[in-house]
């Protein structure tokens, strides 16, 4: 088993399916890792410095035993260090034991205060996170172009951005994003921006597709017949909905059955799924449906049709 791929702007080829890693305990992920890429066929993987596990994720891939060049690995660069993203990728390459990423995204379009009063989540005296207001997003994104100089990562891209805050990126890019990755589910399909990415060459990726943990999403009772129809899972048919809009999906798991059929089971009822099955399943979150799962506290505007 192994997946499809789509082409990004740079030409490089980034398999549709990735295992996801946020929340993958260190002792968990790098037996996920390894037998996603030795037993299940991943050729992608998820990662973030921000999710404290890339030393094993860089292990996993070094005991699946899967040449380094055959896997594109992904990592993300932690708001508080958008002053300086060159140390943040140098740090998280060093965390992998590898030469390289594949791609680097900005893990979030808004910067915290580098010198606060915590290195990862920095707080004003109210509290609330110090995100600093007027940092110049396009500064950053400037960083990032340099960074392709290095040798160290492959590809830029972005996370959780509107087309509000990929509109303070875009006029002033010399390179393009090669990916933005959101959060996109069955409750949560944003049709619009995945449009306004795609019609751009900007991938998109869609992070907690089956809803995250403990998801009201694999209840389902829609997904759940179409499953049934096709003899699949509700899990699959969550997956296999987003590969069939061109969609690279990350679904996360540590459990060796679930990494299988995450690739597996998808990628039949992408092919499986019908335009009929695909209306039915767009139809659902306008029906009272509509759930955002990840959703920190930043305080400022991040400008998504449903979060202001
Ligand atoms: N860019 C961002 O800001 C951002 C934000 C969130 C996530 N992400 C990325 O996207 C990835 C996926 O998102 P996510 O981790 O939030 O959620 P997800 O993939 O939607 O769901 C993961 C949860 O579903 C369970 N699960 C996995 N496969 C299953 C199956 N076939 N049947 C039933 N349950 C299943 C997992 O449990 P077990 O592991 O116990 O099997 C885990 O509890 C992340 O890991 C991360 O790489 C990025």
Known sequence: ??????????????????????????????????????????RHI?????????????EGIRKSGVPREEIFLTTKVWPSHYDDVAKALDTSVKNFGLDYVDLL????????????????????PNGSRDVIL???????????????????????GVSNASELKLNEILPHATVVPAVNQLELHLYNHNPELVEFCQSRGIAVQAYSPLGSTNS???????????????????????????????????????????????????????????KEDIEQLDAIEANGKHVRVVTPPWGCPLGFKDWI
């Not at 890693?21 to 260190?26: I, L, R």
């Not at 998820?46 to 860089?58: I, L, P, T």
């Not at 979030?108 to 009063?117: E, M, S, T, V």
């Not at 950053?140 to 100089?149: A, D, V």
Request: glycine share 6%; aromatic share 8%.
């Open 105 to 124: 995204l900005l893990h979030w379009p808004i910067a915290l205060n580098p010198k606060g009063n915590h290195p990862i989540f920095p707080t004003r």
């Open 216 to 274: 009201p999403l694999l209840k389902d009772e829609t997904a759940a017949a179409i499953a049934t129809k096709y003899g699949l899972q509700v899990s699959d048919v969550l997956i296999g909905y987003l590969v069939a809009k061109n969609i690279i999906v990350l679904p996360k798991s540590v459990t060796h059955s679930r990494i299988l059929s995450n690739i597996k089971g998808s990628l039949a009822a992408a092919k499986n799924l019908t």
């Open 46 to 58: 998820d990662c973030a410095w921000n999710y404290h596990n890339e030393k094993e994720v860089g």
């Open 134 to 156: 007027d940092w110049p997003l396009k500064d950053t994104w400037k960083q990032m172009e340099e960074l392709l100089k290095s040798g160290k990562v492959k590809a830029i």
């Open 1 to 42: 088993m192994s997946s499809p791929t789509i082409k990004l702007n740079t030409g490089a080829d980034i398999p549709i399916i990735g295992l996801g890693t946020w929340q993958s305990k260190p002792e968990e992920v790098i037996s996920a890792v390894e037998y996603a890429i030795k037993e299940a066929g991943y």
